[in-house]
């Protein structure tokens, strides 16, 4: 179509014929002028959207193409007749994509529209699909590569390369045989060999070896190749190389551990045993049947026959124990139990077994070992029999003692004190009948009677600090109530007593236990706190009677008594501990100090 054929938007009548062509054509055709307003359209155009009209609006072509500006600014760049320019456009409202061949004429622009859905998606989905093929190839943990079979370099490696092996892509694709160069010295020449046969006959092989990474290391890795063929020879290699180096550790490390097992189930004194909970079955060591006595026998490869060796007292236990720790998932099992030997005999074991997890966190097996602990155990139980005998034979001497104290008290209460108390009465009496006028002889007689006085004080004292009669009489906590007043004479320090007992119903060596604790706690204090406050409860709670005395002194560092000869306190430990109750010391230099006695006792 010549360009002086149009104009002003006319079309002239030798265009008429040029009209009709164009009308056939299946591409749409549209005609407009440089002020962008509508010419001539053909059939074919009017079909890509029932939108648009012939209204001859200079921004009709805004319209129909959705452009923010009158004019697309590709049509712009061309004005002079003659001169193209093609670009590819979404239509909005109809969804479709069209390619649009503009070619400026006398007067305007003479458009072709091409319907290019169908291939613009299909390129699209292309692009996504290879969008989504290369993010795939390169986050797979390990090396995807293809090459030619004939070739001597890569064709395409993922970069996971990078990260494996430490070698830059570009030598991977560019460097002449990198792989072979970089394959482990001791293994080139048989994975080269194995590779060239296994391409030849399958399509498909895997294989593991090694390569030298570029640190220096040497990486186990498993190639997995597949082959495609042409012709039925091999034509291109696509494989996929994964690092396995900690599996191979693993392995190595399991047969290490499997060496280091047996040596020890060989080298040990102690009984091994090997449980799998899923079949029953046992394994034992040497030293199970050379300790024990038994043959070596099937029969006693089941953790049945280990049930049956239990002693009858313990069996329950035992088992019910070792059962419920793998529902419990428990990481460790112990248990001390008598087990029978061949000839009938017991022995005391000490038995410790490891649960083993699979990947599911499900028990599968149990590794222990059984140690004899019969002579510890008979040691440890004489040991104990002289303990109590020692422990009978030291409160049968506080009893001794006690009874000693309160005879003495008694005696010297009632004997010495009513002598004395007989000669201060005649020594009163003297005075009155002395008719001498010397006042020497009146003040001599006067100071016997203060001195007699003065005696039958001591006497009181000495017979209350060996055995107050109050704690015969009124109870412990009377006893006790009276000695911190006396303390306080004595001392200057404050006291302060809280007490909510049953006092005549405590047994008598309590009473004497826990008032023998106060008298020492409070000799201590005396000596070494350097206190002004003492406060003492003694309260029943939970079936036991506790006492705390707590001072407000210049404390001490309680782990030095360890090291120390405080027979005051291994004293006050033993009376707590022959009534059955634990004795403890709590204190820290310039905190004070509490001591805390707890006896267990009924109360009925």
């Given at each position: 179509m010549a360009d002086r054929e149009w104009s002003a938007g006319i079309m002239q009548p030798d265009a008429v014929f040029i009209s009709d062509i164009l009308q056939q054509l299946p591409e749409a055709v549209i005609l407009v002028g440089f002020d962008g307003s509508f010419k001539w359209m053909n059939a074919e155009a009017q079909k890509l959207t029932s939108a648009f009209t012939t209204d001859n609006s200079v921004f009709f072509l805004n319209s129909y193409l959705g452009q923010p500006e009158p004019l697309p600014a590709q049509l712009g760049k061309i004005t002079t007749p003659g001169t193209t320019c093609t670009w590819e456009h979404f239509l909005q409202p109809s969804a479709i994509w069209l390619k649009i061949i503009?070619?400026?004429?006398?007067?305007?622009?003479?458009?072709?529209?091409?319907?290019?859905?169908?291939?613009?998606?299909?390129?699209?989905?292309?692009?996504?699909?290879?969008d989504n093929y290369r993010i795939l190839v390169n986050s797979i943990d390990g090396i995807v590569w293809e090459m030619e079979a004939d070739a001597d370099r890569f064709r395409c490696v993922s970069r996971h390369a990078e990260k494996m092996l430490g070698y830059p892509l570009s030598s991977w694709l560019e460097e002449s045989h990198f792989w072979e160069d970089h394959i482990h010295p001791d293994d080139r020449e048989w994975v080269i060999n194995y590779c060239h046969s296994r391409s030849q006959v399958t399509n498909y092989y895997e294989f593991t070896y090694r390569m030298i990474a570029a640190d220096g290391r040497s990486v186990w890795l498993r190639d997995i190749v597949s082959v495609e063929r042409t012709d039925g020879r091999p034509a291109v290699l696509k494989g996929l190389m994964i690092d396995i180096s900690k599996e191979k550790r693993i392995i190595e490390e399991l047969v290490k551990a499997g060496e280091l097992y047996g040596l020890v189930m060989k080298a040990t004194n102690d009984v091994i045993w090997d449980w799998e909970l899923a079949?029953?079955?046992?394994?034992?060591?040497?030293?199970?049947?050379?300790?024990?006595?038994?043959?070596?026998?099937?029969?006693?490869?089941?953790?049945?026959?280990?049930?049956?060796?239990?002693?009858?007292?313990?069996?329950?236990?035992?088992?019910?124990?070792?059962r419920q720790a793998v529902i419990n998932r428990d990481k460790i099992w112990t248990a001390e139990y008598r087990f029978i030997k061949s000839d009938g005999s017991y022995v005391t074991i000490f038995d410790r077994g490891y649960i083993i997890f699979d990947e599911h966190n499900e028990p599968i097996r149990m590794i222990g070992s059984m140690v004899n602990i019969t002579e510890q155990r008979e040691a440890q139980q004489e040991l104990e029999h002289s303990y109590r005998t020692i422990r009978e034979l030291s409160d049968h001497l506080h009893q001794v003692r006690e009874e000693e104290r309160k005879s003495i008290a008694r005696e010297i209460h009632d004997e010495l004190g009513q002598q004395v108390t007989v000669m201060k009465m005649e020594i009163t009496w003297l005075i009155s009948e002395i008719k001498s006028e010397s006042p020497l002889v009146r003040q001599k007689m006067e100071g016997l009677l203060d001195v007699l006085k003065e005696t039958v004080g001591s006497i009181r004292r000495i017979a209350s600090e060996l055995r107050p009669s109050l704690l015969d009489d009124l109870g412990l906590s009377a006893a006790m109530e009276w000695h911190l007043k006396e303390f306080e004479k004595r001392s200057g320090v404050q006291t302060h007593f809280d007490s909510n007992i049953p006092d005549t119903e405590l047994p008598d060596g309590i009473r004497i236990a826990l008032f023998r604790i106060l008298q020492e706690s409070l000799t201590n204090v005396a000596r070494h706190a350097q206190a002004s406050h003492v406060v003492v409860t003694i309260v029943y709670h939970d079936g036991a009677i506790a006492m705390n005395i707590t001072d407000d002194g210049n404390g001490m560092d309680t782990s030095r008594l360890k090291h120390s000869k405080t027979y005051g306190i291994l004293g006050m430990?033993?009376?707590?501990?022959?009534?059955?109750?634990?004795?403890?010391?709590?204190?820290?230099?310039?905190?004070?100090?509490?001591?805390?006695?707890?006896?267990?006792?009924?109360?009925?």
């Open positions: 503009a070619r400026a004429v006398e007067d305007g622009w003479l458009l072709v529209l091409q319907d290019i859905t169908e291939d613009k998606e299909a390129r699209l989905e292309s692009s996504r699909l290879q079949t029953g079955q046992l394994t034992w060591n040497d030293n199970f049947f050379s300790m024990l006595g038994y043959e070596r026998n099937i029969t006693h490869q089941h953790i049945s026959f280990w049930e049956s060796c239990i002693h009858p007292q313990d069996r329950e236990r035992v088992t019910t124990g070792i430990k033993e009376r707590a501990g022959m009534m059955g109750g634990n004795y403890s010391i709590e204190s820290a230099p310039g905190k004070g100090t509490t001591i805390s006695v707890e006896i267990p006792w009924e109360y009925k």
